[in-house]
């Protein structure tokens, strides 16, 4: 079948790729933030922050237009090449310039500013990475195979030279050879195609092409805004020893969004095909599938809330004992985040990207608001705490849009929400008045929750098992009209 075949050949394999390299990173993370210890490892993060902010600015969506381009001809133009690539350097060259100004202004410690300024360079060769040109040509395995090599070189080296906090310095080096070792085989590809003509840039057309791919540029920078504000935020108003803290518990909650953004690329698709073909049938499903997101999620989110103690100290040792509380809030992230990220790539697929620009708007003005608030009032639990909050909020952003076409399961939600605010006192009274066991009070209250949803009807099964085979059925059309 066509369709399983560009799956597993182009989706399958980014999928595979990005899931390998993703726990790799995972497991530097953790070893990382064990030998650094909280003060070095916050610097790291807070200097990661920074660094995708400038290398999202210097990009301005022009990767994805010049993906587009190779896609309507399949053909790659070594002029077009060159000038994209150029141009991205030049930003990303300007934008260095002035972070590292802004930076030696900024902080008064010259190691922390100069750690910084490292890793804004390894910018540079993420930039010269080709990944765009072969998501063009829909060869997803090359740029798998860049990603893994880069992770695992990455690794090795890290183990092999970072023994201690003093070793932070040689972080942004190892990433920087590991990049450059990664794009170089992505390269090998393109030798013929972009290295046996002569380099020819066209800068008249540099703005005009800045023009068409802005708007996809305000949609990335926004996002990411979205995404790193907390870190950026924190380590503004307090110092990097709490932006350690506050990274150990985020970091681990920012992975499993990595999974769920890819689980979303590779699947979506299909979901909004279906919506297409079969929209006034679906939408009545949407919001059983809606509320399954719930009704799993919570469950998911109870059992690591509780134990956070055994999770963070087997992670990260004692030394990260201050990140549990905010483990504890920070995992309730995770559903209006899983939410909230179906209707954004709803609305990028139903080509309403001004819609969601402001949708991002609103949702940062509030995180920023309650960020500051929070911080203000209770420290780093207080910004956990804004965390969960501005998710909630942000959900009434994402769905108001799109109320007509994926209707909210507001009735189910909102009682799911009571069963598990109904769960935790129940289990906070065996435990502290009943003295039950841990284990045994955790199953009880899990399975508490299952019983009460599905008898209270906030969740029908037979409603996700239909659109599961309404989409089974739009794929199987669409071979057909393939062949």
Known sequence: MIFISRFFQNVGSLLLGQI????????QMIYLARILGPDS???????LVITSYVTIISNLGLPLHGTRHIARGKILNAVFFWNITTLRLILSVMCILVTSIMLWFVYSQYRAANI????????IPTILIPDWVYNGLEKMAINSLVKVIIASLSFVLIII???????????PLI???SIIGGLSIGYLPLWNHIFSVPIVLTPEKWFACIVSSISIGITNI????????????IGLFMNPVSVGYYSAASRIISSFSTLLGLVLISLFPALCRSLEKWSKQSSQYIPSILSGICFLGIPVCLFFSWNAYFFINVIYREQYASSILIWQILIWSIIPLTLNSIYAWSMWASDRDA???WVLLCSISTLILLLVVGIHMIGLTGAAVAIVFSGIISMIYHVYPLRDILPFPVKSVLGMFLITIFTLVVVHLLQQYFLFPVSLVQIFGISTFFVLTVCGGFIKLQDIYSLLNMILKANLMVTSNQK
């Open 41 to 47: 490892f916050g610097v790291m993060n807070y200097a």
């Open 222 to 233: 926004l996002s990411l805004v979205m995404t790193n504000l907390d870190t950026l935020i």
């Open 175 to 177: 990433q920087a050879i």
């Open 355 to 357: 819609v969601y620009i």
């Open 116 to 123: 910084m300024i490292l890793f804004l360079l390894t910018a």
């Open 161 to 171: 030279f970072v023994d201690e906090s003093v070793d932070l310095i040689y972080v």
């Open 20 to 27: 390998f390299a993703f726990i790799i990173g995972f497991f």
